[in-house]
């Protein structure tokens, strides 16, 4: 894997976060790539903080509107953050091993994909019929929140 495409949800301020987070994806594989342990650890922080912001964002917008796949949706947020944090004590625990690099190379980035295109897209379908002229707070207005998510740390 060298890239990461995904599709357009058709609702602007979530594509703006994919967008984010993609950078920040790529980010992490460059370093992996590199063999440089501390900067994945570091890289895989900021992917987890930009998807804990946005994520956080996606199941605000999904309660304010009423979203009748919220449950689901955000169970596949808890799976994913969870992985990421596991997957970073990993690496900070025990260096970048042969499994972690096909976590890196597999699962980071195809979740990602897959859950934008099987739930994101069907979302922004969703949010784009009834949001039309609303104003839509960017992931950036929930700074105050990321207050209340538990951040990965070393040990």
């Given amino acids: 894997m060298s890239d990461i495409e995904i599709a357009s949800t058709g609702f602007g301020p ?11 994806l790529r ?3 460059a370093a992996m790539r590199a063999g440089d342990a501390p900067a994945l650890a570091a890289r895989l922080q900021r992917v987890h903080r930009e998807l ?7 199941e605000l917008l999904m309660a304010e509107y009423g979203f009748p796949k919220r449950a689901r949706h955000k169970d596949a947020h808890d799976t994913y953050l969870a992985d990421t944090a596991g997957k970073i004590r990993v690496l900070q625990r025990d260096g970048l091993t042969a499994d972690l690099r096909r976590w890196v190379t597999g699962r980071l980035f195809e979740w990602a994909r897959f ?3 099987a739930n994101d897209v069907e979302l922004g379908r969703f949010l784009r019929d ?10 950036a207005a929930l700074d105050a929140m990321l207050e209340l998510i538990v951040i990965v740390e070393a040990p």
């Fill in 130 to 139: 009834r949001v039309v002229g609303e104003a839509v707070p960017p992931a």
């Fill in 52 to 58: 804990a912001a946005h994520f956080a964002h996606e």
């Fill in 27 to 29: 980010d992490a594989l």
């Fill in 115 to 117: 859950h934008i295109s």
């Fill in 14 to 24: 979530i594509d703006e976060e994919h967008r984010a987070i993609c950078a920040a």
